[in-house]
């Protein structure tokens, strides 16, 4: 099979959790015998090390990521809307149709619709079948998160008429809103398969688009990688040994990495350490006050951006993860890779997470949004390392990547009948 994967962005410009499964996907894919190209939107193009391609579109380049083929789609050729919205540049869409026909694509995968609605309708127009995985509340939500503008959760986004009544800010409309609720019902109901990663999403998404059926496939782990780049460490406490902490994310406000470094301010002689790994995205205050909040204290690293052998191997060497994300994580790729490893977690009450760590005790979730709820499952556990000890035990088996891509090879499979 030819396969096309559209995702919002990619490697190497961008290196979050979505993309990382993208790759995952792809790969096991490639490794199957099947032709693999994604399509991906690059916000700055320099960033992507791409050539300039046969792609009809100004400024779309080509590029090769560890064996993967990308074309990239320069942010500028795009609604500037598309950020939030599923508006489309119609001459775009229409090169894109010319290019999937050439290419000879026998199915999509569209891995999220932000910045992409132009290629999702590529797709539909040249009749090409494609899968929908719901990575995150894009579609029914144009704050991505269902987090409404008072911060609070929201229950069911009612077809546009609640986004209306507790989200409305420019440059939205009641009109818009109702819109972009059947733009994106619309979207759903033409794609031939939709899944979720979590039964925590797919009941978000039954709420918002009523008899929707959404099949629930986890997003695997690759169990190899991460042996290779772990080895069994002692994580029993002794006397005298410092609890290593671990953050793994975007440093941007939903992540919630303040509030764990609020918490340590509130455990100032603690036998701790944290190391954060990922890199600084976007809100440069918000970056300015992490980096003020950890001043002073030895105990904290900052290590950057890394590649995947590096973090997992910093997993590897990890007590516990914190995952204090002020908005709800639709799985958590993380989370279960620290499973893999042996790690427990610390969670914000929001999301998959927190009933993962719940159905299993293995972990704990922690209130969202409280540094001195945090600091106290943290001075906890330092007080009680058995309970560390007893979430190890307890930890649960994630999906291989291989059985992942087993399941989506039926899906394809099914699809190109």
């Not at 099947?34 to 009809?56: E, F, S, W």
């Not at 500028?76 to 149709?97: G, R």
């Not at 994310?249 to 509130?266: E, S």
């Amino acid at each position: 099979m030819r396969i096309l994967i559209i995702i919002h962005q990619f490697f190497p410009e961008y290196a979050s959790g979505t993309e990382r499964v993208a790759l995952n996907i792809a790969r096991m894919a490639q490794r199957a015998g099947h032709y693999v190209r994604v399509l991906a939107c690059a916000v700055d193009p320099q960033k992507t090390g791409g050539i300039v391609t046969d792609v009809p579109i100004n400024g779309a380049l080509d590029a090769v990521y560890q064996g993967l083929p990308v074309t990239f789609i320069p942010r500028s050729a795009l609604p500037a809307t598309a950020d939030i919205s599923l508006d489309v540049d119609e001459e775009v869409v229409s090169k894109l149709v010319v290019w999937m026909q050439q290419e000879r694509f026998d199915v999509a995968h569209v891995m999220h619709t932000m910045r992409m609605g132009s290629a999702v309708l590529a797709a539909q127009r040249c009749k090409l079948p494609y899968v929908l995985t719901l990575t995150d509340f894009f579609l029914p939500c144009a704050r991505i998160n269902l987090i409404n503008l008072k911060s609070k959760s929201c229950v069911d986004p009612d077809e546009g008429r609640r986004c209306v009544k507790d989200c409305s800010t420019a440059p939205w409309t009641s009109h818009s809103y109702l819109g972009r609720f059947k733009q994106s019902q619309s979207l759903l109901q033409a794609a031939g398969a939709r899944v979720a990663p979590s039964e925590y999403v797919a009941e978000r998404y039954r709420e918002s688009f009523e008899q929707t059926d959404i099949q629930v496939i986890p997003h695997g782990v690759d169990f190899l990688a991460l042996g290779l780049a772990t080895a069994p460490v002692s994580r029993n406490l002794p006397s005298g040994r410092f609890l290593q902490l671990v953050f793994i994310g975007t440093i941007i406000p939903q992540k919630g990495l303040d509030i764990v470094l609020k918490a340590l301010a509130l455990l100032p002689g603690a036998p701790l350490r944290l190391k954060v790994i990922g890199g600084f995205h976007g809100n440069s205050a918000y970056h300015d006050e992490a980096k003020t909040l950890s001043a002073g204290d030895a105990r904290i690293e900052f290590t950057g951006s890394l590649e995947a052998s590096e973090v997992f191997k910093m997993i590897g060497e990890a007590d516990l993860l914190c995952l204090p994300s002020r908005v709800p994580e639709s799985f958590s790729l993380v989370l279960h890779e620290c499973a893999v490893a042996g790690v427990p977690a610390l969670v914000s009450t929001l999301g998959a997470p927190a009933r993962q760590v719940a159905a299993h005790d293995c972990g704990q979730a922690v209130e969202t949004g409280n540094p001195k709820a945090w600091a106290a499952a943290i001075s906890a556990l330092l007080d009680t390392p058995d309970t560390l000890k007893k979430w190890k035990r307890n930890l649960f088996l994630p999906l291989r990547i291989e059985e992942e891509a087993f399941f989506y090879g039926s899906i394809y499979q099914r699809l190109c009948k």
